[in-house]
């Protein structure tokens, strides 16, 4: 039995989801191989920084490569649109036919078995992230072998609307919260009293960034009250453009201005690994956003929240915008200043007990930590799926 874990992406934000999975696969006693699968330098160093010893002894470490064209191609079209990302499994397609299982945190690996033929490797999907965004819950979510999810609210839209049958859907917790160590709360901005985490999604047409970022910052020039901590999704500054697949849609992130710099309440950080790892959510004292699921980790210990609608969304009663029953949502930037002098009222009398019913739909934990269920979720699938598919045939590419 051969199981391979694969990141393939910009960022690194997708590591925490599944790796853990990976590390207590290993711990188990699992009999077979298990291989993890990088494609840039940053992703190999987060790899070996959280998988420690394990990395190269109980657990294969292996770089893959792109082909020389395909490092040409992507030299042309990367600032756009993921070129290397798509063309890594063309390289590596030998590669990829050495496993049983493959897991992955995204959906674009599914190009080994739509163009490429690998129709007898198992392909489980572990996600990343709770939020509701449509996207997640789309078709292509049931031509996973098997997919994991964190709590009863993922479970019940993936059956309803992605259309995955009950039996292939496993409800494990949230291994990334296994990697979250209690060792108190880091004040970033330490001269301001309250800190606000402004965390807006990538996507144009979900996003409050495009249209009103620059005002949200206006609002904290010159405040000693409240500090902004601005750490937007990983990949809005990524390329140059921004598109999005599940919309189509191109926007430009643009720069920040230097006036926003410079004061000491404002801290700026597009995606070092305090973005990803829960640092900004678990120590903010307000959580300001739009279509990120990073609120829900954030709700991991309930404080105020506020949406911004730059978009006009008619979201109440919408399951996509399920998260903005948790704080106030408002229209425009000059809104704030009000919403953050009653935020602490109206989520004491509102808000917490919204949060917490939120929190226990999107994520089942229990004393089992979540990387160990999800393993063997992951070892159950692999044998159940080696038995039944013996007979299918390799497709060559």
């Not at 792109?66 to 993921?82: E, H």
């Not at 990538?202 to 005002?215: A, D, I, K, V």
């Not at 453009?241 to 189509?248: A, K, N």
Request: proline letters at 4%; one cysteine or more; glycine letters at 8%.
């Amino acid at each position: 039995m051969r199981i391979g874990f694969l990141f393939n992406h910009d960022q690194i934000h997708q590591v925490a989801h599944s790796l853990p999975i990976a590390l207590a696969l290993a711990g188990s006693g699992f009999a077979g191989e298990i291989v993890v699968a990088t494609t840039n330098a940053a992703l190999a160093a987060e790899v070996r920084r959280i998988g420690g010893a394990h990395i190269g002894t109980s657990i294969e470490h292996v770089e893959l490569q792109p082909s020389l064209l395909s490092r040409r191609m992507d030299a042309m079209l990367g600032r756009v649109v993921p070129a290397g990302k798509l063309l890594i499994y063309r390289d590596n397609l030998a590669f990829f036919r050495s496993f049983d299982v493959l897991v992955v945190a995204e959906k674009t690996s599914l190009i080994l078995k739509t163009r490429y033929g690998l129709s007898n490797l198992g392909i489980v999907h572990t996600r990343h992230g709770a939020g509701d965004r449509a996207i997640g819950f789309n078709k292509a979510s049931a031509c996973f072998d098997h997919v994991l999810c964190s709590g009863r609210k993922i479970r019940d839209r993936l059956i309803s609307e992605a259309g995955l049958a009950p039996d292939a859907v496993t409800i494990v917790g949230y291994p990334k919260f296994d990697l979250v160590r209690e060792t108190g709360r880091i004040r970033f901005l330490p001269t301001a009293a309250r800190v606000v985490l402004y965390n807006p999604h990538s996507s144009p047409h979900l996003s409050s960034w495009y249209r009103h970022g620059h005002e949200v910052f206006e609002q904290f020039l010159g405040r000693s009250d409240h500090g902004l901590l601005f750490a937007p999704h990983v990949m809005l500054f990524q390329r140059q453009f921004v598109v999005t697949i599940d919309r189509l849609t191109v926007d430009k992130a643009g720069e920040i201005p230097a006036r926003f710099l410079r004061g000491d309440n404002i801290k700026v950080d597009l995606g070092s690994r305090a973005s990803t790892d829960m640092s900004y959510t678990l120590s903010a004292d307000i959580y300001l956003g739009d279509a990120s699921s990073q609120v829900y980790e954030f709700l991991l210990r309930p404080r105020p929240c506020i949406f911004l609608n730059s978009q006009g969304h008619d979201w109440q009663g919408d399951p996509n915008f399920q998260h903005w029953a948790a704080g106030e949502v408002i229209a425009r930037p000059d809104q704030l200043p009000l919403a953050l002098d009653r935020a602490d009222e109206l989520h004491a009398k509102r808000y917490r007990a919204v949060q917490q019913d939120l929190f226990e739909q999107s994520f089942d934990l229990d004393e089992t930590p979540s990387s160990i269920r999800a393993a063997s979720a992951v070892a159950s699938f692999a044998e159940r799926y080696r038995r039944t598919n013996r007979h299918l045939k390799l497709v060559p590419a």
